[in-house]
Each structure stands twice: as structure tokens, then as C-alpha cells.
């Protein structure tokens, strides 16, 4: 009997095998807020790593005295079903009337994209706490027409839609506690149609290290246009609460934004020892006739 490539062959054909095409596990930019001395500003700042374009700039509003957002060196942490976020450096504390912290990015051609962040809320503004908002608002081409991902201002569940209008906003049924930390992945697809729908995912609390379809808790949104490419992030709040915000990042894949720590040496080591020995009872046992 002919193998199958030697019958293709025999039949004048060639088998093309398509190999989709592997999306990355490294972030394209990534923010872990690793600056000092503790209290340093962020504007300013340019650290961080992949395809960031520009430095962090404060916006003030014309309410304040100046920029209210300060880096912390002890960073924040995050785990799910015993899973936890890889994490470094610090993180940064927001307050003030208006914060507003912006940075561009190059998004290297990709119109689906991954944005995950840390979020807390540490204590209450000056307008009640369904006022209080923080989040993150995504960039694209379109003016005006941005999203915001997180706490918004209209109420304490974690939300979507557009940011500075709480108008056709998405909310699921998890309140974000105070002090307590959320991990936020957002999937963002362009519809490079001027015109056309965008649509977002927001996962919420999703396990790192996971596979993106076992988690299901999740809300959509596909009615907003925010233009043909991605061009940067704002981290913002307001009514003078207080906020934490850490571990930004941005990728091409889930796995890029949620990752968690690699096993170390040792726990390698102590499977591949437990495996030996497993081997080595199984090997005897047969030789006895077990």
C-alpha cells in the first residue's frame, strides 16, 4: 500500500499543511512601576519594557494644584485558584479631582489586542462612594470614542463602555470591595472599517497561567468605534478617592498578559525525582513478577 505522501505524489498533488500562526508570550509593552525613591511622580517616568513610544504624562485638570500619582516600591499581588500573577517592582497610587496618566505605545500592527492591569480601590472620594471612579481607558485612533475599563462613577460594579460617559456602559455583578485587588483582562477587537463596531471583552479575576476559554466570567461590548489602530493608555480616577494601579500589560495573546511564575529549579527537580523513582518501583516490582 502506497504511504499517503507517496500517494498525493502518485496522484500529481502536493499537500500544503497550514500552520496558524503562534502568538507571542511576551508582552508588547509592559508596565510594572519599578521607579525610585519611594513617592517619586510618575510623569515623567519611561521605564518598563516592549514598544512603549514616550513617557508617562500627567493631565491636570484645571481643578488641581498639580500631579497627584505617586510610585510605590512594594507592588501589589494577585492569585486565583492558587494560581499567582508573575509580578515586579512597584506600583502606582493615584488620588486627586482628576487624575489622568497617559502613555503612548506602538502596537506593532496588531488589531486584536490583550490589556490587563491591577486594580484597588483604598479609599473614598469627596462626592460619596458610587462616584468614585478608577480604570483603564484605551486609546485608539478616534477621538473621543475611547474605552474605559473598571470602577466607573455611575456605580461600584466593574464595567465597560465609554470613557467620560457612563451612557450604554456594560456592568457585571462583581462589586469592586474596597482594598481589595482585581486583575482585569481586556480583549480588544478593531474593526479597521472606519465606521464599523469595535467589540471588547472584559475578563474579571481571571486565573493566571490559564488557558483564555476556561474562564467565563465575563462581559462584552461591540457597539463603539474607537478607530482603525491602537495608539496608547490612560490610567485615571477622580472625585479625589484614592486608587492602586500595577502590573500593566499589553500582548498579542492571553497568555501574554496573564502570566505566572515559571516553576523554580527545585520543584523541577523534586517531579523529575519523584518520576525516577516511580520508574525505578515499577521496574522492580516487574522483575519480581508483582
Known amino acids: 500500500m502506497l504511504s499517503h505522501s507517496r500517494a498525493f505524489a502518485a496522484l ?15 508582552p508588547i ?29 500627567e493631565n491636570v485638570d484645571t481643578s488641581e494644584s498639580g500631579p497627584n500619582d505617586t510610585v510605590l516600591t512594594s507592588g501589589l499581588t494577585y492569585s486565583s485558584s492558587g494560581q499567582s500573577l508573575l509580578t515586579s517592582g512597584g506600583l502606582l497610587h493615584s488620588t486627586g479631582v482628576s487624575s489622568d496618566d497617559t502613555r503612548t505605545f506602538n502596537p506593532s500592527g496588531n488589531t ?20 468614585d471612579y478608577g480604570g483603564l481607558v484605551i486609546n485608539g485612533t478616534n477621538a473621543g470614542t475611547d474605552l474605559f475599563v473598571g470602577d466607573p462613577g455611575e456605580n461600584n460594579f466593574i464595567s465597560i463602555g465609554q470613557a467620560g460617559t457612563g451612557t450604554g456602559e456594560v456592568s457585571s455583578a462583581t462589586t469592586l470591595a474596597m482594598n481589595t485587588v482585581a486583575f482585569l483582562v481586556a480583549r480588544v477587537t478593531l474593526n479597521t472599517t ?22 467565563t466570567d465575563f462581559i462584552d461590548k461591540n457597539n463603539l468605534d474607537i478607530g482603525t489602530a491602537f495608539t496608547g493608555v490612560e ?18 495573546s492571553f497568555a501574554a498578559v496573564t502570566p505566572a511564575p515559571e516553576p523554580s529549579s527545585v520543584g523541577l ?22
Open 235 to 252: 490610567l485615571i480616577s477622580g472625585f479625589n478617592a484614592g486608587w492602586t494601579f500595577d502590573e500593566l500589560r499589553i500582548g498579542d
Open 112 to 131: 486584536v489586542l490583550y490589556y490587563s492591569f491591577l486594580l484597588r480601590h483604598d479609599s473614598l472620594g469627596n462626592q460619596g462612594s458610587t462616584a
Open 269 to 290: 527537580l523534586a517531579i523529575a525525582a519523584s518520576g525516577l523513582l516511580l520508574r525505578r518501583r515499577r521496574r522492580t516490582q516487574s522483575t519480581q513478577g508483582i
Open 12 to 26: 500529481g498533488l502536493t499537500l500544503v499543511i497550514s500552520v496558524p500562526a503562534i502568538a507571542s508570550t511576551t
Open 194 to 215: 472606519n465606521g464599523a463596531a469595535d467589540s471588547l471583552r472584559l475578563y474579571i479575576n481571571p486565573t493566571p497561567g490559564s488557558l483564555e476559554a476556561s474562564n
Open 29 to 57: 509593552a509592559y508596565e510594572g512601576f519599578a521607579y525610585t525613591p519611594n513617592g517619586v511622580l510618575l510623569a515623567g517616568q519611561n521605564g518598563g519594557t516592549g514598544t512603549w513610544t514616550g513617557a508617562w504624562a
